[in-house]
């Protein structure tokens, strides 16, 4: 099935063959993959997918390699938790969260994007795959190389998470600490990128990277019997992601997957201390400003967002808004999803459910509608965020004498053993 | 010569200077645009830059002194 016609700019929209090309020579837009959606209209149905690997991989035809996966055969397909607690708490009455603190093999969603690159650029004959990276991706690519057997390269600003840099480095990849913002790695790894023949799965590869998240969308869809919810929150970094569950969510609608239309609303979740996407929802300004990240959600901590723009328009060509959450909003989202729902994500995660709190509040998502949270990383890597803020509970001798006044000094009130 | 694909986002108070004459007549860079977007409030403009290192190196602080942002044209990729 001949699926991808190439790569087109998203600006000016002028075709390239489908290589290893990011940027449009003539207006310096971003390129993105196209599809030739008719020859998949009839074939690719929901029973087809339905009949694939329980992986993102069932939604193949959708995604832009030619051959058979090389890595990350089990990636995807994370829960769709029905939140029933989280509802509760947020006075809402249909949420859910999309899982991907589970995601395989390195527990964030760039996982999808790392198994779609790193097959990409295997097909492409490269043997060096690389990455600027603000944790997650870090991650993800060092783990997905170690499986492709493939030597890897991946830069990281030297101050990130202790338990990024461990859940990098244990893979075994070339860990490049540049001191410096995430901002400074970036510029760095386009110039490493001009000189190399290697495969940088977020910028000279980033076309076929990008289309990976999309399976984001498609897995929501699917999960919640072939239909659109109301609305999604999406954290937003370079803000790729909430474009592509939309451009997802759009092509199940094309290719008529879904029950009824696709009238879901995207908003976005930024932290206070870096949210220039959010401004400009906010602002009405199609122009994303620039800023410096002061936030302790680093995997969302990218001052000039690359795709800002597609992100501004995804939200609100779907009539959907933003909102920021501030470092103490982010902390509490962290509990409240843990302590309502037994999740554990990362500080992305607080910042979603934060900011969903705030678009609740102010009614732009009713409290009779669906949501669906969008969390997209594991809290065990971003302990540091939290750690301050937890204690333990009780500490005693161990004597049940001292358990038995711990517990009543500090007010805790059990069911004694039934006598009988 | 080398080149430069960058984005410059201008506040409202230089949207209608003649930022980019200014630049090609102070320095020896050479200009192209590719792109741009301008609102009521603020102005963001994609173009290529080429000239000698130290030439682009002053020009761009040049710019950056005026209190226009220079970021690359890409955009940072998360």
Known sequence: ?420 | MAKRMVMLIFPETLVTEPVIYRLSRKFKIIPNVRRARVTEKVGELTLELEGEEEELAKGIAYLNGLGIKVQPAAGERG
């Not at chain 1, 690159?117 to 603000?134: G, K, M, N, P």
């Not at chain 1, 076929?208 to 072939?226: D, H, N, P, R, V």
């Not at chain 1, 879901?264 to 410096?292: D, F, W, Y």
């Not at chain 1, 723009?309 to 470092?327: E, L, P, Q, R």
């Open chain 1, 1 to 420: 099935m001949v699926k991808v016609k190439g790569l087109k700019c998203r600006e000016c929209s002028r075709p390239y063959p489908p290589a290893p090309l990011h940027v449009c020579e003539f207006c310096f837009g971003p390129l993105e993959v196209d599809y030739d959606y008719e020859s998949l209209r009839g074939t690719l149905t929901r029973r087809s997918i339905e009949a694939g690997p329980p992986s993102i991989w069932r939604y193949r035809a959708l995604l832009p390699i030619d051959g058979e996966p090389a890595v990350g055969v089990h990636c995807g397909m994370t829960p769709l938790v029905k939140a029933r607690n989280l509802a509760r708490a947020l006075g809402m009455r249909e949420v859910y969260v999309k899982n991907d603190t589970v995601n395989h093999p390195s527990f964030s969603f760039k996982d999808r994007v790392v198994a779609v690159a790193i097959t990409r650029a295997l097909e492409f004959d490269f043997t060096v795959v690389a990455c600027a990276s603000t944790g997650n991706l870090a991650n993800s690519v060092a783990a997905h190389a170690a499986e492709g057997g493939l030597q890897s390269f991946v830069f990281m600003p030297a101050d990130l998470e202790q338990g990024k840099v461990i859940g990098t480095l244990i893979y075994a990849p070339n860990l490049v600490a540049v001191e410096g913002n995430y901002d400074e790695v970036n510029r760095l790894c386009s110039e490493i990128a001009d000189k190399y023949r290697w495969a940088f799965v977020n910028i000279n590869i980033r076309p076929y990277y990008a289309e990976g998240s999309k399976t984001f969308g498609y897995e929501i869809a699917e999960q919640l019997g072939w239909r659109a919810p109301r609305h999604i929150v999406v954290p937003a970094a370079g803000g790729s992601l909430v474009t592509k569950i939309w451009k997802g969510l759009k092509e199940f609608e094309r290719l008529g997957l879904l029950d009824g239309r696709c009238e879901t609303r995207m908003h976005l979740a930024q932290a206070e201390g870096c949210g220039p996407i959010v401004t400009a929802i906010k602002e009405n300004s199609e122009i994303v400003k620039p800023v410096k990240p002061k936030t302790i959600a680093k995997s969302l901590a990218i001052g000039n967002p690359a795709d800002g723009y597609y992100a501004y328009k995804a939200v609100k060509a779907s009539g959907g808004h933003g909102d920021h959450a501030s470092d103490e909003e982010i902390v509490e989202g962290m509990k409240l999803l843990a302590g309502t729902e037994g999740i554990f994500s990362e500080t992305a995660g607080g910042v979603t459910v934060a900011a969903a709190k705030r678009l609740i509040e102010q009614g732009r998502i009713p409290r009779d509608e669906s949501l669906v949270l969008c969390i997209t990383g594991n809290g065990l890597k971003t302990q540091e965020a939290v750690a301050p803020s937890l204690r333990v509970s009780l500490q005693i001798k161990p004597t049940l004498r001292s358990f038995d006044e711990a517990m009543a000094s500090h007010g805790i009130e059990v069911s004694p053993k039934d006598p009988s």
